[in-house]
T-cell receptor
Framework: NAGVTQTPKFRVLKTGQSMTLLCAQD?????MYWYRQDPGMGLRLIHY???????AKGEVPDGYNVSRLKKQNFLLGLESAAPSQTSVYFC????????????FGQGTRLTVV | SQQGEEDPQALSIQEGENATMNCSYK?????LQWYRQNSGRGLVHLIL?????REKHSGRLRVTLDTSKKSSSLLITASRAADTASYFC????????????FGEGTQLTVNP
């Protein structure tokens, strides 16, 4: 089992460029999440999804869009990257059953110059 | 604002000592979870405590939950250098539709 896989692991973007981060899970989980982690800020929820075809905003959704066209994949898009989006991005997934843990990917380190 | 707040922000102890980290949260929860993050890596789940539980053990880990004070603590006993990591609490709030919200974390350093 691969668990949660994030692609790419590292990326450098120029201001104004766009990109998509891919999260794939092979555990048949209903819920998927995108977080960003900045020094001293812990993890902040960007968007999440409770099932295929559904998405919802988290704490810091501005500047990001997401899609969940297939149950196993959750895509995070940056339409016009800004230096403030320099961060480490983590994807997580969990089953829809109550009181169960989340499984995390290894992160994507994004730098916007 | 984030649901969980942890203290201390940083903790440095000697191998063999116990480490205690605290987490406070704001809204009613279904459960509270603790995760560990080694430098540069993803988070790994340690232990989950449900809102109707007061204490839970797993190996050298002991978690308590006080829903009246909206707080939790994580105790690591007989710490080892390999326990050096960041530790985060996360809450699954009752009204959140399964949003999992994290605190800012405690950086634990265990000196050999």
């Amino acid at each position: 089992n691969a668990g949660v896989t994030q692609t790419p692991k590292f990326r450098v973007l120029k201001t104004g460029q766009s990109m998509t981060l891919l999260c794939a899970q092979d555990m048949n989980h209903e819920y998927m999440y995108w977080y960003r982690q900045d020094p001293g800020m812990g993890l902040r929820l960007i968007h999440y999804s409770v099932g295929e075809g559904t998405t919802a905003k988290g704490e810091v959704p501005d500047g990001y869009n997401v899609s969940r066209l297939k149950k196993q994949n959750f895509l995070l898009g940056l339409e016009s990257a800004a230096p403030s989006q320099t961060s480490v991005y983590f994807c997580a997934s969990k089953t829809g059953q109550s009181s169960r843990e989340a499984f995390f990917g290894q992160g994507t380190r994004l730098t916007v110059v | 604002s984030q649901q969980g707040e942890e203290d201390p922000q940083a903790l440095s102890i000697q191998e063999g000592e116990n480490a205690t980290m605290n987490c406070s949260y704001k809204t009613s929860i279904n459960n509270l979870q603790w995760y560990r993050q080694n430098s540069g890596r993803g988070l790994v789940h340690l232990i989950l405590i449900r809102s109707n539980e007061r204490e839970k053990h797993s190996g050298r880990l002991r978690v308590t939950l006080d829903t009246s004070k909206k707080s939790s603590s994580l105790l690591i006993t007989a710490s080892r250098a390999a326990d050096t990591a960041s530790y985060f609490c996360a809450t699954d709030a009752e009204t959140s539709g399964s949003r999992l919200t994290f605190g800012e974390g405690t950086q634990l350093t265990v000196n050999p």
